[in-house]
């Protein structure tokens, strides 16, 4: 049987990427940011591993023993002889081994900046992105790579080494709370974008991790839930969007996650951890625990695990005193304390954070060339989902303008939760949270970027104001006579809860209807966490997907609706037309949680007697994930993924097909109107079982007219079907069906493809 090894795929899987992202000019990237797109990392993993090796054998059994296991801040105080003065309120703090120049962790959230939740460091800004959401429907790795270099840059500069960035959950549901944190349905694009997002962090030589692995594809009852599948489903879906990110990221740890998976927590999962991640994917790093995820000692260390991570959170301190018994007896041997830390060493080694000593203090950070990072992200990555008879861009001869709801007035939503970016200005509107999962460490919290000033800026001769939009009928009489009707529609989602159903809360979808009857020129804008249902979609003539835009949204909303910018994103997920489509049409476990919630409500003395009891969450769909269910069960959603529309418009032609190792395409994509534009031309393979996969995409940058011939190659494993026998991934000879389409249900130009029939290693 014949491999191919992964480390000759993830070259050819880089190399893509970077052809990619240079083919594109990057606008708004600071200096430093561009220097740090040089970088790669500090040591190979042969050095890293002899280095590590030479530390280890100096260290003593206590320093080995301090490493496994680290603090949470806010209730470190509980641990006796904490170095409380060594710490600031955040997330984690791994104490260093000084005499050895190992330096201590210093752990932060997350992926959409340096994270400061219910502002717990009192007046710390930061610059927020926009959703991982609207990174991914850039579908540009050299943005993700931004974003990432970036809040890596602002996360060493406020003294940590750590960032837990790298969230690559793939969205199997739409309900799910934390798919803004995500990138989205597809393993190839989610995969790539992580580990791009990851590399930019680590550019900055600190340690980045990627998360939640795996399976976390809920929130309602992450802590308690077994997520059941076949392994080849995993393979190719969740665990691929993994491999994938690790391969181009080389993030220095992954860190495990909440939830079980066919039977066992994922922080101590032997299949997950040892088997494939360190096994077969050959991780040299380390695995931390998610924050309260780890349940034993002797098992979750054989198992894999490394380093328990915010230790107070969890029922004990299992890699303390318990490990120092373990150990002991044997039950876990000496070598495999050794593996653990010499796997934190390599992870800090190869990712340079081991020589880079955090400053003593916060240093001034450059938040107005950041921004421009984040705005640039948004302004590639909202989606316009519809604009009949071209009623956008907005013509700057309006008079009138009124802005409906949001908050607009003042500023954009962002999600809730770990990643919560306190940004720069504050937030306008910030929301408490009296009950639920989520409401010790969430506040609902605007950025202040508001839309109506930006609006007002751009358009200086309008009238621009706003109303609240709590009353319906105010709003459409505000409205009545305007030149134009902006209705800003807002659902928070957070960390730790899932929403309940698809639709927008508190009644705004009687609000944009009401506004649409009165005024023909309505444009939605949605600021959502995820797909959203839009029963008034046929009395709308424009809608533009903002996701949570983050840091200056405000201002991107407004280049975008004025066309001072041309929109490209196209929808990472999909979009489904009513709550039934998806393999699952609630949270799993929601109507248990809430009975419970309802019953320890009535009798606050019931204890446990009203548990959230542990529960399966089946996984059907395998790998046909997102678009890919929708292609099985044949359904048509109401946005399809890889959809969203342009400001010109895009034809291809001349397509040719070339077999063999892998399928490349290459065509013609012309910009047949009057507007400089970007289109994203995707490459379908169609599966075994009759189902497309996304197995390429190029961005391309087009001049009104301008024509380019376009190259697209196919990443192999999206070829193949993994097969647990072989153990591997095994491609077929074919024909396979190729079609390089818009989106999804595209029908596209197609072709077809003869495979050299191999076999890839795990
Ligand atoms: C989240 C992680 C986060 C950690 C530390 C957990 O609740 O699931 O994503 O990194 O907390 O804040």
Redesign the pocket.
Known sequence: MSFVRVSSVSIELRALVLCGAAALALTSVSPALAQAAALTPAASVADARARADRLLAQMTQDEKLAMVHGYFPPLAERTPGAPLDQMIPS??YVPGVPRLGIPALRES??SLGVANQVEQRKGDVATALPSSLATAATFDPSIAYAGGAMIGAEAHAKTFNVL?AG?VNLTRDPWNGRNFEYLGEDPLLAGVLAGEHIRGVQSNRIVSTV??YALNSQETGRGILNAVIDEAGLRESDLLAFQIAIELGRPGSV?CA?NKVNGDWSCENDFLLNHVLKADWSYPGFVMS??GGVHSTAYAANNGLDQQS?QELDSQIWFGAPLVAALATGEVPQARLDDMVRRILVGMIESGAIDNPVPATAQTIDYATNAQVSQHAIEQGAVLLKNEGDILPAARTARRIVLVGGHADVGVLSGGG?SQVRSVGGAPVEIPLTSGAAASFARTTWHASSPLRAIQAIAPDAEVTYVSGDDAAAAAEAVRSADLAVVFAVQWTT?AQDVENISLPDGQDALISAVAAANAKTVVVLETGGPVLMPWLDRVPAVLQAWYPGQRGGEAIARILFGEVNPSGRLPITFPRSGDQAPREHPVGMDALRASEAAAASNPGAGSSAAFASFDVQYPEGSDVGYRWYDLKDATPLFPFGYGLSYTDFNYGGLTVEGGQTVTVTLDVTNAGDRAGIETPQLYVTAENGVRRLAGWARVALQPGETRRVTITAEPRILAEYDTALPGWRIAAGPHAVAVARNAIDAGLTGSADLTPRTIKP
């Open positions: 997330a984690g959230d997350a837990l969230g998360k939640h860190m909440y998610d924050w915010g770990s960390e």
